[in-house]
């Protein structure tokens, strides 16, 4: 057993005002259903996503948090938004929690969102997550690798690029660490998936902000003060993703990686 970071997408169409929100539509293979994991180790909501091209809001609640008539509820005027939930690894949850997500808008427009969860302790997990100190003596060099990730503009579904496809330059047998990403095209959320996060797609905005993106999993680290950086082995690259889900068909959206590369044999 270990810890597991998880990034559920989902989206809905806007409503007649602000005022009025839809329950999104989990993508496949998503659940708003909170994993089950053992109540001495906590959960937490670590960020809340969006990409919408009009106004609104949107809100996650339940019985379980705050309340159940707005819960936590965002209008985030930065679209995709980064940090649209400013406290990471503050609010927990509860195990097997139905959360429910919805959104206002305007009119027909569709807005993409999701929200991701860290769990301290998941059963049947064993993603190799760090804080920046674990492995900061252990940097060799700093290396970027760009994916041609396709998002066919169907917000229901994400697309999975395998890492090596655009490029396929990393040493073999050797660790690194996910510093952050970032897209050349604005894509709701991506996500990076792999044996070495337990099969669970961490997300983040697609956006271009280079200063956010490019260290997004360390900051993350550091806000939050729970290990959220990624590592993974370069053997594993052939089946380590980058996903993407969006409400706009992005056929070229290069998604950099930003990599520190640790080593061999690191035991992290």
Not at 217 to 232: A, D, K, M, Q, Y
């Amino acid at each position: 057993m270990g810890a597991g970071f998880e990034t559920i997408a989902g989206h809905a169409t806007g409503q007649s005002g602000v005022t009025t929100f839809a329950t999104a539509t989990i993508a496949t293979g998503d659940s708003l259903t909170v994993r089950n994991f053992p109540a001495a180790n906590p959960a937490y909501l670590m960020s809340v996503l969006w990409q919408d091209a009009e106004a609104g809001c949107i809100r996650l609640r339940s019985p379980l948090l705050h309340d159940n008539v707005k819960g936590i509820h965002l209008s985030l005027a930065e679209s995709p938004s980064q940090w649209g939930f400013p406290c990471p690894g503050v609010q927990t949850l509860k195990p097997q929690d139905s959360l429910i997500l919805e959104q206002s808008g305007v009119g027909t427009d569709v807005s993409q969102f999701g929200i991701s969860i860290y769990y301290t302790n998941l059963p049947g997990s064993a993603a190799r997550l760090h804080q920046f100190g674990d492995f900061k003596g252990m940097i060799k060099d700093i290396v970027t690798v760009t994916v041609l990730a396709i998002s066919t503009g169907s917000p229901t579904a994400w697309t999975d690029t395998a890492i090596n496809v655009t490029d396929n330059l990393l040493h073999a047998n050797t660790d690194y660490a996910l510093l952050g990403m970032y897209s050349s095209v604005a894509t709701g959320i991506i996500a990076f998936k792999g044996i070495d996060t337990g099969n669970l797609r961490m997300g983040m905005s697609g956006g271009i902000n280079t200063y956010e993106a490019s260290q997004y999993f360390v900051t993350l680290s550091e806000r939050s003060g729970l290990p959220c950086i990624p590592v993974f082995n370069a053997a594993n690259a052939p089946s380590t993703y980058v996903s993407a889900i969006s409400v706009a068909s992005v056929a070229a959206d290069n998604v950099t990686l930003v990599l520190a590369e640790c080593g061999t044999n690191t035991g992290l």
